[in-house]
């Protein structure tokens, strides 16, 4: 199978790139040249931005792909610039999705009251407010303000003559992970503190989390199989609360401490998390393993000693603006731990 690759050389996509053609596929990357990645030999890359895909026509028909696959289609403008470039000449387009898409992650945020059931299936409703992330001042990997996995979607499944395939990742770690979302956790583990606190509500809280290798062996499941056709899926493999994910990771970092949950009455006057706990996020990935044959390809156990090589070998210098918002000052938290032992003699 030819197989056209749109991004592929950042986090995800350099494990999709080496899983395909580990398969046996023929791979082209098209990507900007910001970053480098080490695709396997034989990988053919085409360096351009995708706004000019459109003036690319001869280009795209030497390509031929069967399947074009959408790594970064942000905004609603992307999707349809890959639906009209390749209509007539791709069979199907595959888009990498967000579970941010479900109306569950608007009550995540505050922006609705009413909580969502919980695990999510394919078909929970979705948000009803566009642009999730147009008001916010700061970004995670410098998303534009017109940002919406919503309108992606209803572009690629909405073409009859070139059908599609959506794939909702969960919140996805692993090496070269650019939000470096175990860091903050790492950090304390490997400075001996004696302890994690989490706030009570936040240590309940249970989210979906996904593998970076195990993401990237769903979408080329996906990807490779017709029966994908059309269909919208879900990827998870890590799906507990967060007290249980940190015991998880401290024990694979060799971390003697403890991950403890902290009552609010011990939590300084007027600190609250910017989301609402109540809301679980955790999905139904019953459809991909059923339909595809999904399992996980990497351990829990593995995936998150490879993850904390990654880290320790990749420290940050200070920490990053998108995790750690619950965690509190290591002045605060030793306060916090005193009146927590003095309160149990």
């Not at 046996?24 to 034989?42: D, M, N, Q, S, Y």
């Not at 017109?146 to 909702?168: A, F, H, Q």
């Not at 401490?257 to 019953?286: C, H, M």
Request: charged letters at 25%; a negative charge; proline letters at 7%.
């Amino acid at each position: 199978m030819k197989i056209l690759i749109i991004g592929g050389t950042n986090f995800i996509g350099p494990e999709v790139v080496h899983r395909l053609h580990t398969m046996g596929h023929e791979i082209a990357v098209f990507h900007r040249g910001k970053t480098v990645a080490e695709l396997p030999i034989g990988v053919e890359e085409i360096k351009s931005d995708r706004t000019q895909l459109p003036e690319m026509k001869s280009e795209l028909q030497r390509l031929s792909p069967d399947v074009v696959l959408d790594m970064f289609a942000y905004t609603e403008q992307d999707a349809l610039t890959i639906m009209k470039s390749f209509k007539g000449i791709a069979q199907r387009v595959v888009a990498i999705s967000s579970m941010d898409v479900y109306r569950a992650y608007n009550v995540l945020l505050g922006k609705e009251s009413e909580i969502v059931p919980v695990p999510l299936t394919e078909d929970s409703p979705l948000r009803q407010q566009l642009y999730p992330f147009k008001d916010m001042p700061q970004r995670a990997l410098n998303a534009p303000a017109d940002y919406d996995k919503i309108l992606v979607e209803r572009v690629v499944m909405s073409d009859t003559d070139l059908p599609g395939t959506v794939i909702r990742l969960p919140m996805v770690y692993g090496p070269k992970d650019p939000l470096h979302r175990l860091f903050p956790y790492l950090k304390r583990m490997d400075e001996n503190r004696p302890a994690i606190l989490l706030p009570e509500n936040f240590a309940q809280w249970r989210g979906c989390y996904g593998y970076v290798e195990n993401v990237a062996h769903a979408i080329a499941l996906a990807v490779t199989n017709p029966q994908a056709t059309g269909r919208i899926y879900h990827v998870a493999d890590l799906q507990v609360s967060e007290i249980e994910r940190l015991s998880y990771f401290g024990k694979a970092a060799g971390w003697q401490g403890e991950v403890i949950s902290v009552p609010k009455r011990y939590l300084p006057a007027g600190w609250n998390l910017p989301f609402n706990t109540k809301q679980d996020w955790l999905v139904d990935t019953t459809r991909i393993r059923q339909e595809l044959g999904y399992s996980e390809v990497v351990s829990q156990a593995e995936a998150l000693t490879q993850t904390i090589n990654w880290e320790r070998s990749n420290p940050l210098l200070e920490m990053p603006q998108w995790t750690g918002l619950e965690l509190l000052d290591y002045v605060t938290e030793d306060e916090i731990l005193s009146r927590l032992s003095y309160s149990q003699i």
